[in-house]
């Protein structure tokens, strides 16, 4: 396919130098590599000892670590509510976006909560217009819980099968921004019991081992229930899925590969160490 093509290809000069240190059996540029590729210190020097340096079994030891992450996403209810966060530049509303073309079938309804940036309203209508995705607008200082409410509402009324619930973009150790998120969660459950039925993070990858104390902010606030990693494609600091999977036990739903509209495939263990390692 042409989009794991693209995450080949983005991956190809860290694929490159972990070729050249496996050919060359010097386990020591294998361990920096590692370690530049955002996996650790602790989990590359774990990794390099069951491994012993050698591709094949360093790449099947990452794959059956990542298999756990790797689950297809479902929908519970109609309408299946789906509350997005995320920080600030990672990616997020491109991500919605994408989400609502590839679920376009189930009747999506996107809710623009994030009320505290007029620029992130007025771009996500505008991805709502080019994918014919319906969409419950929002003003700047408008309460954010309303929002939800008002597209809960219209989405039960109008038998939507899916609601997307965007929010504002916030870094986990702002408590009154994780406050507001708490809200939605509260307004979402008040509305369709159970709502919202997952809490995705969306994650830059470029962001490296900050990802991981972003992923526990989030998780121990909104009670993340998957992942969608996005810049995958052109970052040396890939690897740090790996420790991420590992230590919080979060499925990957999905990875972005670009910044076209379908640039988003589901995440798969195997075609991730191919990209990384080779074959």
């Known amino acids: 396919m042409l989009r794991l093509k693209k995450l080949r290809s983005g991956l190809a000069k860290l694929r490159a130098r972990f070729t050249e240190a496996f050919s060359m059996g010097d ?35 990452i794959s059956k670590i990542l298999d756990s ?16 966060a995320g920080t600030n530049g990672s990616g997020k509303t491109t ?48 309460d954010a819980g309303a929002v939800v409410f008002d597209a809960l509402g219209k989405a039960l009324a109008k038998d939507y099968g899916v609601v997307i619930l965007d929010t504002a973009g ?13 809200k939605i969660l509260r307004v979402s459950a008040n509305v369709i019991p159970d709502a919202p039925h997952e809490v995705l993070l969306v994650m830059d990858a470029s962001t490296g081992q900050n990802g991981l104390r972003q992923v526990e902010g989030f998780a121990e606030t909104l009670g993340v229930t998957g992942l969608i990693v996005t810049k995958l494609d052109g970052t040396s600091k890939a690897g740090v899925i790996i420790p991420i ?29 191919q990209a990384l390692f080779g074959e």
Request: aromatic content about 8%; cysteine-free.
């Open 69 to 84: 992450a790797q689950k297809e996403f479902s929908f519970p209810a109609r309408p299946t509510v789906v509350m997005v």
């Open 170 to 182: 916030r870094l986990h150790t702002r408590r009154d921004l994780m406050a507001e998120a708490e």
């Open 95 to 142: 991500t919605i976006a994408k989400l609502a073309a590839l679920w376009k079938d189930r009747k999506v309804l996107i809710a623009a909560a994030d009320t505290y940036r007029d620029a992130a309203g007025l771009q996500l209508e505008r991805w709502a217009e080019k994918t014919h995705t319906d969409i419950v607008s929002s003003e700047q200082g408008q």
């Open 245 to 273: 999977v590992k230590r919080f036990g979060l499925p990957i739903y999905y990875i972005g590969v670009g910044e076209q509209v379908d640039d988003i495939v589901p995440f798969k263990s195997k075609e991730f160490t």
């Open 27 to 61: 386990k020591e540029e294998l361990e920096e590599l590692l370690i530049e590729a955002d996996i650790g210190v602790e989990l590359t020097a774990e990794l390099i000892s069951q491994s012993v340096g050698k591709r094949e079994k360093l790449a099947d030891i």
